[in-house]
């Protein structure tokens, strides 16, 4: 089923004028439904998840295009998943009716430093906090682009300024292997949205991301290099694991293929 970073990167590749080519990626054929070769495909390991968070992607121009953009893994996993293309000049209106639609309580996450301190916090409400109070959901907010980007974003969107900032402390290095930031500290997004959910008391989503992902890593290089899927290795091992778990019955299971 398409969701909104599929429905965003088919609205992206409707303006370009020429297809795009992502540097380093094979130059084959693609399942829209998971961007990875026919012969490779994961969709039917697209788990089903129902969530209480929800998730806010702000992608660079190009991010949504790029087959190694982890921004779509956690559409595939959390159905509450919104995305919208960044442009400094203008806002997408669905995104300002999003930000304050009363349901959610958005966060923006970004690191601390980069904000005012009255606006940083290090966790996120939760309905046992509020005494039987009706809390409102979390919205997680991604700015999905480059490191360089993503400060540049955060710097230019007035309509964020309001918002508190989530300022995560992962004390882990990252185990995403399809791009180089540089930096051991930069956690891809899926990692980062992992983290959020743990916050959120979403520990199968959680356990789900970190699968998915380790999954989506294994395919994705083996397409690359031409080799077969190990199945039965530990990547797939770990996935079935988590969606098998007491805490997710049947629902939890893969969904049928997509693509």
């Known amino acids: 089923m398409p969701h909104a970073v599929s429905d965003l990167r088919a609205a992206r590749l409707a303006r370009s004028a020429k297809p795009f080519l992502a540097r380093g990626g094979f130059k084959r054929e693609r399942c829209a439904g998971c961007r990875l070769a026919p012969s490779h495909c994961m969709c039917a390991l697209r788990p089903s998840l129902t969530t209480r968070a929800g998730v806010c992607l702000l992608m660079a121009d190009i991010e949504p295009l790029k087959p190694s953009n982890t921004g779509w893994l956690v559409a595939d996993v959390v159905p509450d998943t919104f995305a919208f293309g960044w442009t400094r000049t203008e806002v997408d209106p669905a995104l300002l009716n999003l930000l304050g ?20 916090v290090r966790a996120v409400e939760l309905p046992d906090s509020l005494r039987g109070a009706a809390a409102r959901r979390p919205l997680f907010i991604f700015l999905d682009a480059t490191w360089t980007e993503a400060r540049k974003m955060f710097r230019r969107s007035p309509y964020l300024d309001q918002l508190p900032v989530l300022s995560l402390e992962p004390g882990q290095v990252s185990q995403y292997k399809l791009r180089h930031s540089g930096r ?28 998915y992902l380790a999954v989506f890593t294994h395919h994705y290089l083996r397409a690359k290099n031409q080799q077969p899927i190990e199945w039965e290795g530990a990547a797939h091992q770990r996935l079935r694991e988590v969606i098998g778990t007491p805490e997710g019955p049947g629902r939890h299971r893969p969904a049928a293929a997509t693509g």
């Open 101 to 120: 639609d009363p349901q959610w309580q958005p966060y923006v996450v970004f690191p601390g430093q980069y904000a005012a301190p009255e606006r940083v």
């Open 184 to 211: 051991d500290d930069h956690l891809c997004t899926s990692e980062v949205a992992a983290l959020c959910m743990n916050l959120a008391g979403e520990h199968l989503v959680e356990r789900t991301l970190q699968a």
